[in-house]
Protein backbone atom coordinates (compact mmCIF):
# COMPACT_ATOMS: atom_id res chain seq x y z
CA UNK A 1 0.00 0.00 0.00
CA UNK A 2 1.75 3.23 -1.10
CA UNK A 3 -0.59 6.05 -0.01
CA UNK A 4 -0.56 6.19 3.85
CA UNK A 5 -4.03 5.54 5.31
CA UNK A 6 -5.39 7.96 8.39
CA UNK A 7 -9.32 8.10 10.04
CA UNK A 8 -10.40 9.25 7.29
CA UNK A 9 -9.34 7.06 4.52
CA UNK A 10 -9.31 3.46 6.03
CA UNK A 11 -9.74 1.63 2.90
CA UNK A 12 -7.87 2.66 -0.61
CA UNK A 13 -9.29 4.08 -3.78
CA UNK A 14 -8.32 0.47 -5.53
CA UNK A 15 -10.12 -0.79 -3.18
CA UNK A 16 -13.18 1.04 -3.36
CA UNK A 17 -12.55 0.68 -7.35
CA UNK A 18 -12.16 -3.34 -6.70
CA UNK A 19 -15.72 -3.04 -4.91
CA UNK A 20 -17.61 -1.27 -7.71
CA UNK A 21 -16.94 -3.23 -10.55
CA UNK A 22 -17.72 -6.37 -9.01
CA UNK A 23 -21.11 -4.96 -7.81
CA UNK A 24 -21.67 -3.89 -11.22
CA UNK A 25 -20.35 -7.31 -12.85
CA UNK A 26 -22.22 -9.75 -10.22
CA UNK A 27 -23.41 -8.05 -7.19
CA UNK A 28 -21.31 -9.27 -5.00
CA UNK A 29 -17.88 -8.90 -3.52
CA UNK A 30 -15.83 -11.08 -0.56
CA UNK A 31 -13.04 -9.30 0.41
CA UNK A 32 -10.01 -10.48 2.61
CA UNK A 33 -7.86 -8.07 5.03
CA UNK A 34 -10.30 -5.67 4.90
CA UNK A 35 -9.89 -3.19 7.55
CA UNK A 36 -5.95 -2.60 9.08
CA UNK A 37 -5.71 -5.42 11.37
CA UNK A 38 -5.07 -3.29 14.54
CA UNK A 39 -9.09 -2.06 13.61
CA UNK A 40 -10.01 -5.83 13.31
CA UNK A 41 -8.86 -6.77 16.28
CA UNK A 42 -10.46 -3.40 18.60
CA UNK A 43 -13.93 -4.18 17.09
CA UNK A 44 -12.97 -8.32 18.04
CA UNK A 45 -12.63 -7.03 21.56
CA UNK A 46 -15.37 -4.81 21.39
CA UNK A 47 -17.62 -7.15 20.52
CA UNK A 48 -17.11 -10.10 22.86
CA UNK A 49 -17.12 -7.50 25.79
CA UNK A 50 -20.49 -6.21 24.86
CA UNK A 51 -21.43 -9.87 23.89
CA UNK A 52 -21.78 -10.86 27.83
CA UNK A 53 -23.28 -7.02 28.93
CA UNK A 54 -25.17 -5.40 26.15
CA UNK A 55 -26.11 -8.25 23.18
CA UNK A 56 -30.01 -8.34 23.05
CA UNK A 57 -31.64 -11.51 21.05
CA UNK A 58 -32.16 -10.34 17.12
CA UNK A 59 -35.30 -9.26 15.75
CA UNK A 60 -36.59 -9.80 12.55
CA UNK A 61 -38.55 -6.87 11.15
CA UNK A 62 -38.28 -3.21 12.47
CA UNK A 63 -39.64 -1.66 15.56
CA UNK A 64 -43.75 -1.94 15.31
CA UNK A 65 -43.79 -5.15 13.64
CA UNK A 66 -40.42 -6.09 15.23
CA UNK A 67 -41.19 -10.04 16.73
CA UNK A 68 -38.43 -12.14 17.91
CA UNK A 69 -38.61 -15.78 16.11
CA UNK A 70 -36.44 -18.23 17.24
CA UNK A 71 -37.37 -20.48 14.25
CA UNK A 72 -35.55 -17.85 12.14
CA UNK A 73 -33.27 -16.37 13.34
CA UNK A 74 -31.05 -17.29 16.77
CA UNK A 75 -28.29 -14.45 17.24
CA UNK A 76 -28.10 -11.42 20.13
CA UNK A 77 -27.27 -8.10 18.56
CA UNK A 78 -26.23 -4.57 19.67
CA UNK A 79 -26.77 -1.80 16.90
CA UNK A 80 -23.12 0.28 16.76
CA UNK A 81 -23.72 3.78 18.30
CA UNK A 82 -20.38 4.92 17.09
CA UNK A 83 -19.45 6.47 20.89
CA UNK A 84 -16.12 3.90 21.04
CA UNK A 85 -12.93 4.67 18.75
CA UNK A 86 -13.45 1.50 17.17
CA UNK A 87 -17.06 1.91 16.41
CA UNK A 88 -16.55 5.57 15.46
CA UNK A 89 -13.39 4.37 13.02
CA UNK A 90 -15.42 1.52 11.43
CA UNK A 91 -18.24 3.65 11.02
CA UNK A 92 -16.02 6.45 9.22
CA UNK A 93 -14.51 3.67 7.23
CA UNK A 94 -18.10 2.53 5.96
CA UNK A 95 -18.86 6.12 5.48
CA UNK A 96 -15.60 6.42 2.41
CA UNK A 97 -16.86 2.96 1.16
CA UNK A 98 -20.17 5.01 1.14
CA UNK A 99 -18.90 8.27 -0.65
CA UNK A 100 -17.03 5.94 -3.02
CA UNK A 101 -19.05 3.56 -4.54
CA UNK A 102 -21.82 7.01 -4.98
CA UNK A 103 -19.26 8.59 -6.57
CA UNK A 104 -18.58 5.32 -9.32
CA UNK A 105 -21.93 3.96 -9.55
CA UNK A 106 -24.47 6.85 -8.20
CA UNK A 107 -26.28 4.40 -6.39
CA UNK A 108 -27.33 7.34 -4.11
CA UNK A 109 -26.45 5.67 -0.58
CA UNK A 110 -28.06 7.67 1.81
CA UNK A 111 -26.76 6.34 5.16
CA UNK A 112 -25.29 3.30 6.75
CA UNK A 113 -26.67 1.05 9.94
CA UNK A 114 -24.82 -1.72 11.58
CA UNK A 115 -25.31 -3.93 14.29
CA UNK A 116 -22.83 -6.42 15.80
CA UNK A 117 -23.89 -9.98 15.89
CA UNK A 118 -22.97 -13.11 18.35
CA UNK A 119 -23.74 -16.65 17.44
CA UNK A 120 -23.39 -18.70 20.42
CA UNK A 121 -22.84 -22.47 19.98
CA UNK A 122 -25.75 -23.83 17.98
CA UNK A 123 -27.26 -20.88 16.68
CA UNK A 124 -27.98 -20.06 13.05
CA UNK A 125 -30.07 -17.60 10.68
CA UNK A 126 -32.24 -19.37 8.09
CA UNK A 127 -32.31 -17.97 4.88
CA UNK A 128 -33.81 -14.54 3.87
CA UNK A 129 -33.43 -11.75 1.95
CA UNK A 130 -32.41 -8.24 3.88
CA UNK A 131 -34.75 -6.19 1.29
CA UNK A 132 -37.79 -6.77 -0.82
CA UNK A 133 -37.77 -4.94 -4.21
CA UNK A 134 -40.36 -1.95 -3.66
CA UNK A 135 -40.57 -2.60 0.27
CA UNK A 136 -37.44 -1.69 1.99
CA UNK A 137 -34.60 1.30 1.51
CA UNK A 138 -31.67 -1.37 2.18
CA UNK A 139 -29.77 -1.66 -0.90
CA UNK A 140 -26.48 -3.12 -0.12
CA UNK A 141 -25.70 -5.50 2.82
CA UNK A 142 -22.34 -6.18 4.25
CA UNK A 143 -21.50 -8.31 6.46
CA UNK A 144 -17.76 -7.88 8.37
CA UNK A 145 -15.89 -11.30 10.20
CA UNK A 146 -14.08 -10.77 13.81
CA UNK A 147 -13.49 -14.41 14.56
CA UNK A 148 -9.44 -15.81 14.15
CA UNK A 149 -8.27 -19.16 13.96
CA UNK A 150 -11.90 -20.31 12.40
CA UNK A 151 -12.00 -24.11 11.42
CA UNK A 152 -13.86 -25.56 8.74
CA UNK A 153 -15.46 -27.64 11.52
CA UNK A 154 -16.89 -25.24 13.40
CA UNK A 155 -19.70 -24.20 11.13
CA UNK A 156 -21.32 -20.73 10.45
CA UNK A 157 -20.67 -20.05 7.38
CA UNK A 158 -22.65 -17.45 5.11
CA UNK A 159 -24.53 -19.23 2.40
CA UNK A 160 -25.76 -16.95 -0.37
CA UNK A 161 -28.04 -18.05 -3.49
CA UNK A 162 -29.10 -16.94 -6.56
CA UNK A 163 -32.33 -16.13 -6.44
CA UNK A 164 -34.67 -18.90 -5.80
CA UNK A 165 -32.21 -21.66 -6.73
CA UNK A 166 -31.50 -24.15 -4.34
CA UNK A 167 -27.62 -24.49 -4.85
CA UNK A 168 -25.07 -22.32 -3.22
CA UNK A 169 -23.86 -19.15 -5.35
CA UNK A 170 -20.67 -18.20 -2.63
CA UNK A 171 -19.80 -20.37 0.95
CA UNK A 172 -18.37 -17.74 2.99
CA UNK A 173 -16.56 -18.92 5.92
CA UNK A 174 -16.78 -15.88 8.69
CA UNK A 175 -12.75 -15.17 8.73
CA UNK A 176 -11.17 -12.64 10.68
CA UNK A 177 -10.91 -8.95 8.52
CA UNK A 178 -12.97 -10.65 5.65
CA UNK A 179 -15.93 -8.56 4.42
CA UNK A 180 -18.74 -9.67 1.76
CA UNK A 181 -20.54 -7.00 0.33
CA UNK A 182 -23.69 -8.25 -1.88
CA UNK A 183 -26.92 -6.23 -3.16
CA UNK A 184 -29.94 -6.35 -0.59
CA UNK A 185 -32.70 -7.42 -2.60
CA UNK A 186 -31.14 -9.83 -5.25
CA UNK A 187 -29.29 -12.55 -2.74
CA UNK A 188 -31.40 -14.89 -0.52
CA UNK A 189 -28.68 -16.48 2.25
CA UNK A 190 -28.35 -18.19 5.57
CA UNK A 191 -26.13 -18.57 8.27
CA UNK A 192 -25.67 -22.45 8.79
CA UNK A 193 -25.23 -23.59 12.61
CA UNK A 194 -22.36 -22.10 14.49
CA UNK A 195 -20.50 -24.52 16.32
CA UNK A 196 -18.32 -22.17 18.11
CA UNK A 197 -18.94 -18.59 19.51
CA UNK A 198 -19.48 -16.39 15.87
CA UNK A 199 -19.19 -12.28 15.95
CA UNK A 200 -19.73 -10.30 13.13
CA UNK A 201 -20.94 -6.83 11.84
CA UNK A 202 -23.83 -6.77 9.71
CA UNK A 203 -24.63 -3.79 7.98
CA UNK A 204 -26.79 -1.52 5.14
CA UNK A 205 -26.31 1.14 3.27
CA UNK A 206 -29.90 2.63 2.65
CA UNK A 207 -31.73 4.86 0.46
CA UNK A 208 -33.79 8.37 1.86
CA UNK A 209 -37.00 7.33 2.31
CA UNK A 210 -37.73 10.47 4.64
CA UNK A 211 -39.71 12.04 2.17
CA UNK A 212 -42.45 9.97 1.65
CA UNK A 213 -45.54 10.07 3.92
CA UNK A 214 -43.74 8.62 7.20
CA UNK A 215 -40.35 9.42 8.78
CA UNK A 216 -38.30 6.80 8.21
CA UNK A 217 -37.00 5.36 11.35
CA UNK A 218 -33.60 3.54 11.16
CA UNK A 219 -33.50 0.28 12.95
C1 LIG B 1 -27.93 -10.67 8.67
C2 LIG B 1 -27.11 -11.71 8.02
C3 LIG B 1 -25.00 -12.85 7.82
C4 LIG B 1 -23.78 -13.26 8.59
O1 LIG B 1 -27.62 -10.26 9.81
O2 LIG B 1 -28.93 -10.23 8.03
O3 LIG B 1 -27.54 -12.23 7.02
O4 LIG B 1 -22.91 -13.89 7.98
N1 LIG B 1 -25.88 -12.02 8.53
O5 LIG B 1 -23.68 -12.96 9.78
MN1 LIG C 1 -29.11 -11.07 6.10
Known amino acids: MTTPLTENTCLSELLIDEVADALQQQGFIQLTEFLPAWLATDLQQEAKRLSSIAF ?3 GIGRQKDLQLNS ?4 DMTLWLDGESLQQHTYLKCMEQLREGLNRRLFMGLFDFECHFSHYAKGDFYRRHLDAFKGRSNRILSTVFYLNDNWHKNEGGELVLYADEQQSPLLVVPPLFNNCIIFLSDVFP ?4 TSHSDRYSIAGWYRLNNNTTTHLDPSQ
Open 56 to 58: KPA
Open 71 to 74: QIRT
Open 189 to 192: HEVL
